[in-house]
T-cell receptor
Framework: AQSVSQHNHHVILSEAASLELGCNYSYGGTVNLFWYVQYPGQHLQLLLKYFSGDPLVKGIKGFEAEFIKSKFSFNLRKPSVQWSDTAEYFC???????????FGTGTRLQVFP | EAQVTQNPRYLITVTGKKLTVTCSQN?????MSWYRQDPGLGLRQIYY???????DKGDVPEGYKVSRKEKRNFPLILESPSPNQTSLYFC????????????FGPGTRLTVT
């Protein structure tokens, strides 16, 4: 069965530090990839998505992610985090045009001023 | 405004008392889905619907029912709630299938005592 792994469960950073959150999936075919963010007490919102084309995808609020097919990875990055980036981040994969998204378990990011 | 709405937002109930959580979207989306979010487990899909009168089980369907009589509505029914169904529930909709970006509702926090 397809699965999504987010190995960083909890990340603590100071403001202005760089961020990279890992996401790996297990599926050898075509994938659509997503990163969602959940701010405290709020619903999930889309940060960015990859369907095809340039493997470096830019999203909202200065986030970007790189799809590396050979590594089955879609890591999320931000050069300089802000306190307002404190949230939980979820990677999600649609494998081969299936009927559903598969979510990772999430990474909780805390940014301190 | 394009949105997914859920009601109620908070619910405390007792074991065995039937309840329904409503979900409605105003984007004319074909695909709708229910997830539960639990600490350390991320989002797990309960049921999904590809269109009116078409529903299917997700990863954790036990103890839940759904119906899709109209395109905009996708209620989640707990016929006999149990404490292990205490969770945060999200409804989501998408243009089609699971391939596309999903739009999430604000969530329903359910406590079953």
């Amino acid at each position: 069965a397809q699965s999504v792994s987010q190995h960083n469960h909890h990340v603590i950073l100071s403001e202005a530090a760089s961020l990279e959150l890992g996401c790996n999936y297990s599926y050898g075919g075509t994938v659509n990839l997503f990163w969602y963010v959940q701010y405290p007490g709020q619903h999930l919102q889309l940060l960015l998505k990859y369907f095809s084309g340039d493997p470096l995808v830019k999203g909202i609020k200065g986030f970007e992610a790189e799809f590396i097919k050979s590594k089955f990875s879609f890591n999320l990055r931000k050069p300089s985090v802000q306190w307002s980036d404190t949230a939980e981040y979820f990677c999600a994969v649609n494998a081969g045009g299936a009927d559903k998204l598969i979510f990772g378990t999430g990474t909780r990011l805390q940014v301190f001023p | 405004e394009a949105q997914v709405t859920q009601n109620p937002r908070y619910l405390i109930t007792v074991t065995g008392k039937k309840l329904t959580v409503t979900c409605s979207q105003n984007m004319n989306h074909e695909y709708m889905s229910w997830y539960r979010q639990d600490p350390g487990l991320g989002l797990r899909q309960i049921y999904y619907s590809m269109n009116v009168e078409v529903t299917d089980k997700g990863d954790v369907p036990e103890g839940y029912k759904v119906s899709r009589k109209e395109k905009r509505n996708f209620p989640l029914i707990l016929e006999s709630p149990s404490p292990n169904q205490t969770s945060l529930y999200f409804c989501a909709s998408s243009l089609s299938r699971g391939v596309y970006e999903q739009y999430f509702g604000p969530g329903t926090r359910l406590t079953v005592t």
